[in-house]
C-alpha cells in the first residue's frame, strides 16, 4: 500500500469506496499528491467542503455510522472505569 501511495497511483475503484462521497474521495486524492509543492496546505484543508462537513450523503451511511460511533464510545466508558477500578 505505502508504494502505491508513493507512486501516486492509486483509485477509488474498491468496494471500500463505493459510499465514500466524491467530496470525500477528493480530499484524500489532495493529501496523497506525492509532490508536496501540489499537495493540500493545512489551510486548503481546513476550507475542504469535506472536512467542513458541507457534502451529500445518504441517511443509512450516516446512522451507521452513527451506531460504529455509540459503540466506540461505551466501550471507552467501559474500558475507562476498569482503569479507575485497577487503581482503587
Known sequence: ???IIKSGEYSFEAKTWEKV???GKDF???LLVVNPDK???SDEI???P???GQ???DEESLDQMLG???VLNSNKKGATAGTKEIRK
Open 39 to 41: 499537495r493540500f496546505t
Open 68 to 70: 460504529k460511533m455509540k
Open 1 to 3: 500500500m505505502f508504494e
Open 21 to 23: 462521497s466524491d467530496e
Open 28 to 30: 484524500i486524492k489532495g
Open 50 to 52: 469535506w472536512f467542513m
Open 46 to 48: 481546513l476550507e475542504h
Open 55 to 57: 457534502f451529500e450523503t
